[in-house]
Structures are given as structure tokens and as C-alpha cells.
């Protein structure tokens, strides 16, 4: 019954807007651990909106620079077996190619075309992957490649010119970025993920071990069998990794994976989504299916743990659609111990 009672509040919530507490259980005397928030993000919100707008159309051409329209082909190959601590794992090779005809695209990268590879090593046992919904024989990459080719929108900015995201009115970074190595063509940052989640005055190892008390969900190891390491740029300008929950290490029929970070004024974000079910049995192909509903299945266990709740709370200006249609308001909710 409270359960269901809460679940109700949540869904009026996500529609009523920002700035409503689900329940307060704050400590005395609790340190705030967001004090440190920059000087620019207070004069931002004194701003009136004429001069507000002005900032987000700026930042909006930082992103508008690095935007692109591209085919992206991706091609599996077997590139043998290999043996690791005496067993043995096809070397499951994949390389991704970006092509374009827009200036844009050429004038950036000095080509029409760039590529990056990786290696996944896939115990024997694993007789098939499911890519982009369709069932790949491994057995069958051993004479043929599989080559998979759509159109799409993609976010690479610079590794070298990285979003300064404080200096936008930002208070929390709002996007994850996974590094991508392109050789000749540079090292870039893909933008990927919105971030959802703010909590306050904890650590991104207790926000880990409630959730994984409260939810019965696992910690994830830094492992490409588990996820897509993503890391979030920092206001000290350094990239930082995750800590990260899923509802199973690899989520083969789907689940709800979370990825927490420790910033260095002492704020604690987050990505929550839902990963689809089974595109790939090692973890390399999820797609994000939901975003709004993950975000509140992390706001109910936080809330069951005693936890205050305020939904819509930030304005992290991420609103959009991400993956395979997940939407996401733009607005984070903010958990504080």
C-alpha cells in the first residue's frame, strides 16, 4: 500500500513541476557539501531572461559546432581466438565508421570519413550476440563480416576543447561523454547520456551502497562486459569515472543501470536510464529505452530509505531524446540525505 501510495505522489510530481519535497528526513547539523558551487552560477540566476537567453544560445553554438550528421557503419569481425588466464575467448574485433558529406564534417576532422576500433574478448560459450536487434552467429564472423549501417545525429566535441559547463550557469555537469580515439584524426568526446540525478550532502559511496541495499541491484565493474565506461568533465577540468549500479551485471534482458559521480566540490550526479532488452549477451550494443520512469524508480528508493525527494528540481537545460526514443524533461531531481 505505500508503495503504491508513493508511486502516485511520484507521477503527480513529474507533472506539477519543480520545487516539491516527497519527504524531508535531513539530519542536524549535516555539512553542505555544495557550498563550493561557483560564484558564476548565483550572478547566472540574477540574470534576466533576455541575458539568460543570450548564454544558452551560446551554448547552443558550442554544441551546434560539433554536431554532425553522419552514416555510421559498424563491422564485426572474429579476429581469432585468445587465451587469458588459461581460457580461452574469441577476440571479437569492432571497428566504427562516421562518414559525411557536409563541410562542416570535412572542415573538422580534414576527411569525409574517420574510424576508431576496439577488441571484446566473449567466452566460448556464447554462441550468438544479439546487435541491433538482429542474431548474429559468432561461429558465422569466422568467413563473413557483419556490417550494420544507419544514419544519425551525433555530439563529438574536441577532447582538447571540452564544454566548460560552469560557465554556462550550469551548477552540475549535464551530460556523459564516452572518449572516443579516432588516430589520426584526434581524440574526442561523444556526448551521450543526460544526467538526472543530484544528490546532496553524502558521497557517491553511500549514494552506491543505499541504492544497492535498497533495490537489490548489483555494483558494476569497470569492465566493457558491464558498460560503456562514460566519464563527466569536472570544474577542475579533469574527466571523472563512475560509480555505477545495474539491475544485473550485463542486463542481457534489459534493466535499470544508474552511473553515479563524485565531483570535486563535493556534489554527487548521476545518469539513470533503462538499458533495452538483450542487443548484445556481453554488453556492448544497449541502448537506452527509458529515461523518466528510471529516474523516479531511483527517487522511490531513496525515498523508501528516508531520504528527501524533490523532482524536477534542477534545470540542467538536457531536455531531448536519447537512444531508442527515451525522453528526458531537462529537469534533475535533487535527493538529499
Request: hydrophobic share 30%; aromatic share 12%; with cysteine.
Amino acid at each position: 500500500m505505500k508503495l503504491r501510495i508513493f508511486s502516485l505522489i511520484c507521477i503527480f510530481l513529474l507533472l506539477v513541476g519543480p520545487g516539491i519535497a516527497i519527504a524531508s528526513h535531513t539530519p542536524t547539523n549535516a555539512p553542505s557539501d555544495l557550498e563550493s558551487i561557483s560564484k558564476f552560477t548565483a550572478e547566472y540566476e540574477a540574470l534576466n531572461d533576455d541575458e539568460k537567453q543570450k548564454i544558452r544560445e551560446r551554448e547552443n553554438q558550442f554544441f551546434e559546432n560539433y554536431t554532425f550528421n553522419v552514416t555510421t557503419t559498424t563491422i564485426f569481425r572474429d579476429n581469432g581466438l585468445v587465451a587469458k588466464s588459461g581460457i580461452k575467448y574469441q577476440n571479437l574485433g569492432v571497428e566504427v565508421i562516421y562518414e559525411s558529406d557536409d563541410e562542416k564534417f570535412k572542415k573538422e576532422f580534414g576527411s569525409n570519413s574517420i574510424s576508431s576500433s576496439e577488441s571484446h574478448l566473449v567466452k566460448q560459450d556464447i554462441k550468438e550476440v544479439f546487435i541491433e536487434k538482429e542474431v548474429i552467429s559468432l561461429s558465422s564472423l569466422k568467413t563473413n563480416e557483419r556490417v550494420i549501417t544507419k544514419v544519425e545525429q551525433i555530439v563529438l566535441v574536441p577532447s582538447s576543447n571540452p564544454h566548460e559547463w560552469w560557465n554556462d550557469g550550469y551548477s552540475f555537469p549535464p551530460y556523459l561523454y564516452k572518449k572516443e580515439y579516432f588516430g589520426i584524426w584526434g581524440d574526442y568526446d561523444k556526448r551521450e547520456d543526460p544526467v538526472n540525478l543530484v544528490w546532496k550532502n553524502t558521497n557517491a559511496n553511500t549514494v552506491r551502497s543505499t541504492l544497492i541495499s535498497q533495490s537489490g541491484w548489483v555494483a558494476l565493474s569497470d569492465s566493457i562486459l558491464s558498460e560503456y565506461p562514460y566519464a563527466v568533465y569536472d570544474r577542475n577540468r579533469t574527466w571523472v569515472t563512475s560509480l555505477s549500479v545495474g539491475e544485473t551485471p550485463r542486463r542481457e534482458n534489459g534493466g535499470y543501470h544508474v552511473r553515479i559521480y563524485q565531483l570535486s566540490d563535493g556534489s554527487v550526479i548521476g545518469g539513470a536510464h533503462k538499458d533495452s532488452p538483450i542487443i548484445s549477451t556481453y554488453g556492448i550494443t544497449h541502448k537506452v529505452v527509458d529515461l523518466e520512469y528510471a529516474e523516479y524508480m531511483v527517487c522511490n528508493y531513496f525515498y523508501n530509505a528516508g531520504w528527501k525527494v524533490q523532482q524536477n528540481q534542477i534545470n540542467l537545460y538536457n531536455s531531448g531524446t536519447y537512444g531508442q526514443g527515451a525522453t528526458n524533461n531537462g529537469r534533475a531531481t535533487q535527493i538529499t540525505r
